[in-house]
């Protein structure tokens, strides 16, 4: 049975992950430290619904499925941590009678900071992000060093390394002819926030020990994601709902939904707007909206993390794909979410806010987003009719909606 290691197992796109390979009959064992929940208590941002602790949900999953999802938490950013779960001393809050797993065939890396407005909020928050991002990424790139070179790296990282540039964006890499001498380096980068600033410096730490160790690396540049739904957490409703274990039941069932964040530090646009649809919030619209990025369904990360780990990269290898399925500007987004919501009643209003980034907004805008979808994923493509399924959810935790941490006008400039 494969082992799958994810740092960041709490977090939106880390607990999914978890229960899809869970479902696979993989070996998984998650590691957080909260830093996300932990974040949202101190800058006072609203989540959805109340979502229990990783042990938690890790019980859960087990009442209803027979699956264990193993729970370690701790801090990466601190090396020893880290080390500990390729040397085999690391301990569990809970089934600790069931061992480690060994040394893991497969790393999924979630475990950075996520958000571009938290890491511009001021200069301490500046500071946590570029230590916790970096800390993490060369805690593992050195403990893979000493004592797992054949593990598979999958890392997450962002369309935003790239920025908007004036030509086509290419996967990860550009051969260029200069002075008659030709040669292949990483697309040029131009961050627009000290957060993606943080994940080019990932890439550049990967490329680095993939040049000096042969480790095996898999860097996935993804855009935008949205979505709540994904099969494991509506597959656990239904049992839940038939009684697998009685007492796994009533409330508990919405516990395996993944976190969902509206606030505009954590929220990624699409989640924001129906969010704001739902509430009667205008939409936040920043600027002329002609702002253009790659998007995809959280259905699709699972897929993608997946066709990654099916299909690793070779030793000495960075393989970079760019994770997302189309691209939307911020003015065509809110148009669809208007139209989803004038469908379930809703009177969508949409307001052109002064932008508070610093960013262009109207751009070319042409990434090449192929290398994933030919080893075999399948898109979901966002329709009005998946916003308004989407919006249904939502609707559902209407009344846990905190209209005043929607918008708080973090400034980059």
């Known amino acids: ?88 001393r690391a301990t569990y809050d809970w089934a600790v009678d069931q061992g480690f797993a060994g040394i893991p065939d497969t790393v999924i890396h979630y475990a950075e900071q996520p958000s571009a407005p938290y890491s511009l909020i001021n200069y301490r928050y500046a500071n946590i992000t ?8 060369n805690n593992l790139m050195w403990a893979l060093r000493d004592f797992s070179r054949d593990t598979h790296v999958i890392h997450v990282g962002t369309m935003g390394e790239y920025g908007t540039p004036n030509i086509d964006i290419e996967e990860g890499w550009l051969d260029i002819e200069h002075k008659r001498r030709k040669d292949r380096f990483l697309f040029p980068r131009q961050a627009s926030s000290l957060y993606h600033t943080t994940k080019i410096m990932d890439t550049d730490l990967m490329w680095f020990a993939v040049r000096m160790w042969d480790l095996r690396i898999t860097d996935l540049m993804q855009g935008p994601v949205y979505g709540i739904e994904t099969e494991e957490a509506q597959s656990a409703e239904r049992m839940g709902q038939g009684g697998r274990r009685a007492e796994v039941g009533g409330s508990e069932r919405r516990h395996l939904r993944t976190i969902f964040n509206y606030d505009e530090i954590f929220g990624t646009i699409v ?51 760019n994770q997302i399925m189309e691209t939307f500007s911020a003015n065509e987004l809110a ?79």
């Open 130 to 137: 570029i230590q916790n991002n970096l800390l993490v990424t």
């Open 1 to 88: 049975m494969s082992h799958i290691l994810i740092l960041g197992g709490d977090g939106y796109l880390g607990w999914p992950t978890a229960m899809y390979f869970s479902n696979r009959g993989y070996d998984v064992t998650v590691v957080d430290n909260y830093f996300r929940r932990n974040a949202c208590t101190e800058l006072d941002v609203g989540m959805l619904y109340a979502v229990p602790t990783l042990v938690e949900r890790a019980k859960i999953w087990h009442g209803l499925t027979g699956k264990e999802i193993k729970v370690v938490i701790g801090d990466l950013t601190d090396p020893e941590v880290m080390r500990r779960l390729f040397e085999g």
């Open 271 to 321: 989640n924001r707007f129906m969010v704001q649809a739902v509430v009667g919030y205008p939409l936040t619209v920043y600027g002329k909206g002609g702002q253009t990025r790659g998007y995809l369904n959280i259905n699709d990360t699972l897929q993608c993390v997946h066709m990654s780990e099916k299909n690793p990269a070779e030793k000495g290898d960075l393989r970079i794909f």
């Open 335 to 413: 148009e669809m979410v208007q139209r989803a919501g004038a469908r379930l009643g809703y009177d969508v209003k949409i307001d052109h806010i002064e932008n508070p980034r610093r960013e262009a907004e109207e751009h070319y805008y042409n990434p090449t987003y192929q290398g994933l979808i030919e080893l075999g994923v399948e898109p979901h493509y966002l329709t009005d009719e998946v916003l308004e399924r989407m919006m249904r959810v939502v609707e559902r935790y209407k009344g846990n909606i905190r209209r005043d941490v929607i918008f708080r006008g973090v400034k980059w400039g």
